[in-house]
């Protein structure tokens, strides 16, 4: 059951009858799911259940192969936009809701304009403003300090972990509404892992969270809410806690006790 404080929580984005299609593959049933705002929903489930696919469905990363199809919603408030309407143009999708991949993909540039780059295709030219915002989101992304002398240096100089913080300060420099990680530390050690799950935890005093992962004790570690997929359906949602040592189905049972996935 929700707690009191969870009660007051803001709906960031709502999922209603949502399906989605790779031509003739039906990829994701008829999803209804809610995403807290300034709150942390890992999707959870066996792999081919459709968690990438559905992550996908928040920035329109499917327009850009021709047959994919959506049905159903995903409003956004406060403006109650259906952001996989036909009519929402994908671009002002993307500037409201970020992504980070699997791999860190920095483009082959400078630190600095690794960061800059999605603030000058937004129209900012002046470099007072430009430096300010590049500093701004590599804090955000606590990768300031270590990066603050070396922002001419080309961006795959860094670590891997370095790397995956400087796509998060990418994601962030256009200040989306929503982040979409897909698997963000797969790639990365257990201290790189460690630094970016203690950063979302800081991240999502400003932004709504939204992550794939496969590792059940991440999910259990940094979610607030947790949903299931199965078969390319969400099962069972809710709190992560309660996801985890009280799952209403027997699906959602056996998966978190590792039974099967
Ligand atoms: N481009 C595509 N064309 C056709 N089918 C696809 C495509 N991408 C994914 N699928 C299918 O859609 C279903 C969901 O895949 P998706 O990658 O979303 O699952 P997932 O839960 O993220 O899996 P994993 O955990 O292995 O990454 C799978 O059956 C997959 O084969």
Redesign the pocket.
Known sequence: MASAVESTLKTKAQTSNLSFY??A?Q?LKNIHLTLAEYRVTALI?P????????LRCFNRMHDL?PGNRYEGQIVLYPDEVNIVGPEVDPIEVRMRVSMVFQKPNPFPKSVYENVAYGLRVRGVRNRAELDEKVEGALRQAALWEEAKDRLDSLAFNLSGGQQQRLCIARALASEPEIILFDEPTSALDPLATLKIEELMGQLKQSVTILI?T?NMQQAARISDFTAF?YL?EVIESGQTNQMFDHPTNPLTEQYVSGRFG
Do not use: D, L, N, R
């Open positions: 790779y031509g593959i990829a489930g792999s081919g259940c459709g968690k990438t696919t559905y192969y794939v496969h997929m390319g």
